[in-house]
């Protein structure tokens, strides 16, 4: 398992913190008989680290699981665990199982990493359509509807899947369903997979900025979509379309953001099922809207003209779609819009995560291991 506790914030955790990952993880839902003595001590060893993390007088670490003794059942509930305005790492560790159920990271729960042992038994899941009714009777809209929402600064993601399951009912509208919402500045996604069909990540102010190394992330419609800044490298961004519609990304940059969405080493592709030529690579939802792909592999369902107006001539003036050193199938650059870009080498080589991200560092991992999406 690959763990932040290797990065130098957290070189000074102490063998009691190792000790309670290492006899914490693992360990699947089991729902028969009595906890064996070595679960028992493990569930002791875990009970204790919680009590330290909360009381701030030990390690800060928080373990989620449905059978060892002491951790907590759900994620929400680590994260309420959580002391407000926390100034100091908190890594809730989530055993290998399905957690259902909608989780808020609030804006005073920073620093936080939620870290699973592997994306692919660690599910995080729900099934919440922005057009469910509300306790008023109305929508519930956009906001707290993810599966996650994130709107504390600071957090990070390893090693986990968040899906809604509200996905691919039907290709006709009405189908938004947020797997992400990035709320909070400085979000780290690492070796996940966010899963989804319309509308699956959603960027939800300008201020948030966000880095997703080794990524998959799945959907059909306007599936990276909102106001923020999102850096994705070597990332997988499928699409699961079935219908001859839909787009990747619809940004709502503002003017004064340099940035929106840039992806580095990224690979676009689809399901089987997906035709030829049916999917955008970008239409703007706002006058200003940024997108940017560099060193990109496209699959064969990327639209020869590449982005979309959106029926909405005056966006061809403002909208900032640009590409760089695009290959597959996709990659027809001479059949694009004209009011899109092509960048020069020199141009791209000035797009690093410093000029996206900003300064600091702040998005810095340990070298990543070899891990398939």
Same mark, same amino acid.
């Given at each position: 398992?690959?763990?932040?506790?290797?990065?130098?914030?957290?070189?000074?955790?102490?063998?009691?913190?190792?000790? /309670?990952?290492?006899?914490?993880?693992?360990?699947?839902?089991?729902?028969?008989?009595?906890?064996?003595?070595?679960?028992?001590?493990?569930?002791?060893?875990?009970?204790?680290?919680?009590?330290?993390?909360?009381?701030?007088?030990?390690?800060?670490?928080?373990?989620?699981?449905?059978?060892?003794?002491?951790?907590?059942?759900?994620?929400?509930?680590?994260?309420?665990?959580?002391?407000?305005?926390?100034?100091?790492?908190?890594?809730?560790?989530?055993?290998?199982?399905?957690?259902?159920?909608?989780?808020?990271?609030?804006?005073?729960?920073?620093?936080?990493?939620?870290?699973?042992?592997?994306?692919?038994?660690?599910?995080?899941?729900?099934?919440?359509?922005?057009?469910?009714?509300?306790?008023?009777?109305?929508?519930?809209?956009?906001?707290?509807?993810?599966?996650?929402?994130?709107?504390?600064?600071?957090?990070?993601?390893?090693?986990?899947?968040?899906?809604?399951?509200?996905?691919?009912?039907?290709?006709?509208?009405?189908?938004?369903?947020?797997?992400?919402?990035?709320?909070?500045?400085?979000?780290?996604?690492?070796?996940?997979?966010?899963?989804?069909?319309?509308? &699956?990540?959603?960027?939800?102010?300008?201020?948030?900025? /966000?880095?997703?190394?080794?990524?998959?992330?799945?959907?059909?419609?306007?599936?990276?979509?909102?106001?923020?800044?999102?850096?994705?490298?070597?990332?997988?961004?499928?699409?699961?379309?079935?219908?001859?519609?839909?787009?990747?990304? /619809?940004? *709502?940059?503002?003017?004064?953001?340099?940035?929106?969405?840039?992806?580095?080493?990224?690979?676009?592709? *689809?399901?089987?099922?997906?035709?030829?030529? *049916?999917?955008?690579?970008?239409?703007?939802?706002?006058?200003?809207?940024?997108? &940017?792909?560099?060193?990109?592999?496209?699959?064969?369902?990327?639209?020869?003209?590449?982005?979309?107006?959106?029926?909405?001539?005056?966006?061809?003036?403002?909208?900032?779609?640009?590409?760089?050193?695009? &290959?597959?199938?996709?990659?027809?650059?001479?059949?694009?819009?004209?009011?899109?870009?092509?960048?020069?080498?020199?141009?791209?080589?000035?797009?690093?995560?410093?000029?996206?991200?900003?300064?600091?560092?702040?998005?810095?991992?340990?070298?990543?291991?070899?891990?398939?999406?």
């Amino acid at each position: 398992m690959r763990s932040r506790i290797s990065n130098g914030k957290f070189a000074a955790a102490s063998a009691t913190m190792l000790l /309670a990952v290492s006899l914490a993880s693992g360990v699947l839902r089991c729902n028969a008989g009595p906890l064996s003595m070595a679960r028992q001590l493990a569930g002791a060893t875990v009970a204790k680290a919680n009590r330290a993390a909360t009381a701030g007088l030990g390690p800060a670490i928080y373990t989620v699981s449905y059978s060892v003794a002491g951790a907590y059942r759900t994620v929400q509930a680590a994260i309420n665990a959580v002391p407000t305005n926390n100034k100091r790492p908190v890594i809730i560790h989530i055993d290998p199982g399905s957690y259902p159920g909608l989780v808020v990271i609030p804006a005073d729960k920073p620093h936080i990493t939620l870290q699973g042992s592997n994306a692919h038994n660690t599910l995080l899941t729900d099934n919440l359509p922005v057009r469910d009714a509300g306790k008023n009777g109305h929508p519930r809209g956009f906001m707290n509807t993810a599966t996650l929402c994130i709107y504390a600064p600071n957090t990070t993601l390893d090693n986990i899947t968040i899906q809604n399951s509200y996905v691919q009912k039907s290709n006709v509208n009405g189908n938004q369903a947020l797997a992400v919402t990035v709320g909070g500045d400085k979000l780290v996604v690492d070796h996940c997979r966010l899963l989804g069909f319309q509308d &699956t990540l959603y960027f939800s102010h300008p201020d948030p900025r /966000a880095y997703f190394s080794h990524c998959l992330i799945t959907g059909a419609v306007d599936y990276i979509y909102g106001f923020g800044t999102g850096l994705f490298d070597h990332c997988t961004i499928r699409n699961v379309n079935k219908g001859h519609w839909g787009s990747i990304t /619809a940004p *709502s940059t503002p003017e004064s953001q340099r940035f929106g969405f840039v992806f580095i080493h990224c690979r676009l592709t *689809s399901l089987k099922s997906t035709p030829a030529g *049916s999917v955008f690579l970008g239409r703007s939802r706002r006058p200003y809207g940024s997108t &940017t792909f560099i060193d990109c592999y496209m699959g064969k369902q990327i639209r020869p003209m590449g982005w979309s107006n959106w029926k909405k001539p005056k966006l061809e003036k403002t909208a900032r779609f640009a590409e760089y050193h695009s &290959t597959g199938p996709g990659a027809d650059v001479k059949s694009r819009v004209p009011w899109s870009r092509q960048l020069t080498k020199a141009r791209a080589g000035k797009i690093t995560p410093e000029t996206v991200l900003g300064p600091g560092n702040w998005w810095h991992l340990p070298p990543l291991s070899t891990k398939g999406n």
